[in-house]
């Protein structure tokens, strides 16, 4: 994994393709009081290691991108007066749209945990020793609003404004896992059915992190992997590099 690369990735990104105003003020934010570049994604669950955040965000981006080339396919429309294929795109939601809930749908996690060392037994040797873990930080040094869903929108939302499908897309990714309660479920049932988009990212949400991150949060050591999301071979830049050669030789180009 590469850290500073994965992070001059996400900025790279927000800055194409979100234009709301308030979005300066919120990378400025992220340089100068966050540990956004760091932050693990999860205590145990998935990629709980320096850099995580980032690196699931951007896989949830790039999972999302291809759930709706899928489901929302290009048309093919014809040729123009020169023969070239005239295609009409499907999809209801821009590119900043896109851009905001998959790379931002965590943002609450930023400075919400802390690094601390646990002894674990080595067990090769029987040797005690110091290992690096993640842990919540007290209520008083983070957000605490509601469900880290909850926090996500209520933090954004002090920077940039959200459209009510944005919100909803937010605050339901996580789907049942967030809650076992029949009422929550129900709601979030409501939304999937009043938002494809907060659907879909629960989808490519879960797709991260069942398939490509390790659910023990030990993805560091398969970083270097290639990557397994690539967007449908008709709709890939034939100009663009290889996601994978990217991450680990140089900026890659936006992925749509």
């Known amino acids: 994994m590469n850290i500073e690369l994965n992070y001059k990735r996400f900025v790279k990104y927000l800055q194409a393709y979100v234009k709301r105003e308030g979005i300066d003020k919120l990378l400025a934010w992220f340089e100068k009081a966050s540990d956004v570049a760091t932050a693990p994604a999860s205590t145990k669950y998935h990629l709980s290691c320096e850099g995580g955040l980032i690196q699931h965000s951007l896989n949830v981006f790039l999972r999302l991108i291809k759930i709706l080339d899928m489901e929302y396919p290009k048309k093919f429309k014809g040729n123009d007066s020169e023969g070239k294929e005239i295609w009409e795109e499907t999809c209801p939601y821009s590119k900043e749209t896109i851009a905001i809930v998959a790379l931002l749908h965590d943002i609450s996690k930023v400075n919400y945990y802390k690094k601390v060392f646990k002894n674990v037994q080595n067990q090769e040797t029987g040797i005690w020793e110091k290992v690096p873990s993640y842990v919540v930080r007290d209520e008083s040094e983070r957000i ?113």
């Open 144 to 256: 605490n609003y509601g469900s880290h869903e909850e926090n996500s929108v209520y933090m954004l939302t002090q920077f940039i404004k959200l459209t009510y499908e944005e919100q909803l897309a937010i605050r339901y990714h996580m789907g049942t896992l967030d809650s076992t309660e029949s009422f929550a479920q129900n709601r979030m049932m409501t939304a999937y059915k009043l938002s494809p988009l907060a659907l879909l990212l629960h989808m490519a949400d879960m797709e991260a992190m069942c398939i490509d991150e390790d659910t023990d949060g030990n993805f560091c050591d398969k970083a270097e992997e290639p990557n397994r999301v690539q967007k449908p071979e008709e709709t890939v830049d034939k100009n663009e590099p290889d996601t994978t050669k990217a991450d680990r030789e140089s900026e890659d180009e936006a992925p749509f």
